[in-house]
């Protein structure tokens, strides 16, 4: 095979696992609103569910910010990294 069939694949194998932005109920959006203030108000551990790159990603952690301005959270993850996740990606949260 040449090398630009090996990439065609790669990019078509790659493809088949995406996975489109998932489309929340109004009623979802205001639960994950309420569960993030009630977070980051008692600086509760979390575990958020996210849209990226086409795929679903998880984080945990704390939230240590609500940034309005830049619509997003700032979220401090059990190796002491700083994760920034906007509010139109999220798809889920549960507190522990």
Request: negative net charge; proline residues 4%.
């Amino acid at each position: 095979m040449m090398p630009e069939h090996i990439d065609m694949l790669k990019k078509s194998m790659a493809k088949q696992y995406d996975v489109p932005q998932p489309v929340l109920s109004e009623d979802q959006r205001e639960d994950i609103e309420r569960s993030l203030q009630e977070a980051s108000e008692y600086k509760s551990q979390v575990t958020v569910t996210y849209w990226g790159n086409n795929r679903i990603h998880t984080l945990a952690g704390v939230i240590e910010r609500i940034n309005p301005n830049m619509r997003r959270i700032e979220l401090r993850d059990k190796e002491g990294d700083l994760n920034f996740v906007g509010f139109a990606f999220i798809t889920d949260i549960e507190i522990m």
